[in-house]
């Protein structure tokens, strides 16, 4: 059997993170011959921002500290019925290796004959740290292929000259974006592609079946996801339609604010995350996944993409002939039908990159040379 370690943010408590892992390794197990396992890194810098943090509440004001402690501690639960979640999903769904850190990898690597690192934003050193730059560049690798998968750094300026360094060594570098496409070509990196995040790749059945699990919802409702510095602009665009509309708001953010009638469901499961956007009647988002999933579902949505990494969303959406749905300013953007050729553009795109990414991995099964 041919053996394939794949390397991602797979212990981020983050719903795009885990998914996009998911859909990889159902990829890579669909090829003959082939034995795939998620490597289980753990890392400070991808797992604390995800962890229940009480007392770090980013502000000195004693009345607010008050505040916000108090409702981190509210929330306590939810964090641990979040963190369950995501660990029950990790176990189930994505085939986890033996736990490895820094230290660990450096000194006896687990053995493979292909290590796939990708897709997420595995190359944003300000996300990955200095010290985990060469992991996921896959520096520690001496004795296999190396090759990436959809692979991201968010914006070409966050990637390191060590990782450019590193995947001139690949045999074969998939990326997301068109921009770091052409940064890496610059850099005299060889063998590079652009493909679409691994969620594509699984056939949208398969992700109705996935998410076919019981939650509380309303009839009709928003779904609201945001990230980062976009929340607050995401929460005054989803009020405003929730008022037009006359529907609710269901979001899963734990700092986020509404003036409309919203439901917060923090700690929802993988799983959950899905179905809300698979029901909801529209979708505001700022994460690249939330977008993603409104697309495999045929939502009606609006991107508002991150002010710094937004051309992740901004070049999928530009593919898929949907840069319509980029938020402009006008909340009617939202009502307007998808382009009728969706579907079928959608699939010629995920067929090139996964007949692309088998292809090339037959090759290197039967010993071609690169």
């Known amino acids: 059997m041919f053996k394939i370690e794949v390397l991602t943010f797979t212990n981020a408590d983050n719903y795009g993170a885990v998914l996009q892992n998911m859909g990889l390794i159902q990829t890579l197990k669909q090829i003959p011959d082939v034995e795939v396992e998620t490597l289980d890194y753990h890392t400070q810098n991808i797992e604390s921002p995800y962890l229940f943090?009480?007392?770090?509440?980013?502000?000195?004001?004693?009345?607010?500290?008050?505040?916000?402690?108090?409702?981190?501690?509210?929330?306590?639960?939810?964090?641990?019925?979040?963190?369950?979640?995501?660990?029950?999903?990790?176990?189930?769904?994505?085939?986890?290796?033996?736990?490895?850190?820094?230290?660990?990898?450096?000194?006896?690597?687990?053995?493979?004959?292909?290590?796939?690192?990708?897709?997420?934003?595995?190359?944003?050193?300000?996300?990955?740290?200095?010290?985990?730059?060469?992991?996921?560049?896959?520096?520690?690798?001496?004795?296999?292929?190396?090759?990436?998968?959809?692979?991201?750094?968010?914006?070409?300026?966050?990637?390191?000259?060590?990782?450019i360094n590193e995947l001139r060594k690949y045999d074969f570098v998939s990326v997301r974006e068109r921009e770091l496409e052409h940064y890496l070509e610059q850099n005299n990196v060889e063998n590079i592609r652009r493909d679409v995040d691994?969620?594509?790749?699984?056939?949208?059945?398969?992700?109705?079946?996935?998410?076919?699990?019981?939650?509380?919802?309303?009839?009709?409702?928003?779904?609201?996801?945001?990230?980062?510095?976009?929340?607050?602009?995401?929460?005054?665009?989803?009020?405003?339609?929730?008022?037009?509309?006359?529907?609710?708001?269901?979001?899963?953010?734990?700092?986020?604010?509404?003036?409309?009638?919203?439901?917060?469901?923090?700690?929802?499961?993988?799983?959950?995350?899905?179905?809300y956007i698979r029901n909801a009647d529209y979708v505001l988002a700022s994460s690249f996944h939330a977008v993603a999933f409104s697309v495999i579902f045929r939502k009606k949505f609006l991107a508002i993409p991150h002010v710094t990494t937004g051309a992740r969303i901004i070049d999928i959406l530009e593919s898929l002939n949907l840069s319509s749905r980029i938020y402009s300013g006008k909340i009617e953007q939202i009502f307007e039908p998808l382009p009728k050729q969706l579907d079928q553009i959608r699939k010629e795109y995920t067929?090139?990159?996964?007949?692309?990414?088998?292809?090339?991995?037959?090759?290197?099964?039967?010993g071609n040379p690169k």
């Open 53 to 163: 943090h009480p007392f770090q509440v980013g502000t000195k004001n004693p009345i607010k500290f008050s505040i916000r402690v108090a409702k981190n501690f509210i929330f306590a639960r939810r964090f641990r019925s979040r963190s369950e979640s995501f660990k029950a999903f990790r176990t189930e769904k994505l085939q986890l290796s033996v736990p490895y850190t820094d230290s660990k990898l450096k000194k006896v690597p687990p053995r493979a004959d292909l290590f796939v690192v990708g897709s997420d934003q595995v190359w944003n050193s300000a996300i990955v740290g200095h010290n985990s730059q060469r992991i996921y560049s896959l520096g520690f690798v001496t004795n296999a292929k190396k090759i990436s998968y959809a692979a991201s750094s968010g914006d070409s300026r966050f990637i390191s000259q060590e990782t």
């Open 198 to 275: 691994p969620v594509f790749l699984v056939d949208e059945q398969e992700w109705r079946k996935f998410s076919d699990v019981q939650v509380n919802i309303p009839n009709h409702y928003i779904f609201v996801y945001s990230v980062g510095p976009m929340m607050k602009k995401i929460a005054s665009i989803a009020d405003e339609l929730s008022l037009r509309t006359g529907f609710p708001i269901i979001y899963v953010d734990f700092h986020e604010k509404h003036r409309a009638r919203a439901f917060n469901r923090f700690g929802a499961s993988p799983a959950e995350f899905v179905n």
């Open 351 to 366: 067929v090139r990159s996964k007949s692309a990414l088998e292809c090339y991995i037959r090759t290197l099964i039967n």
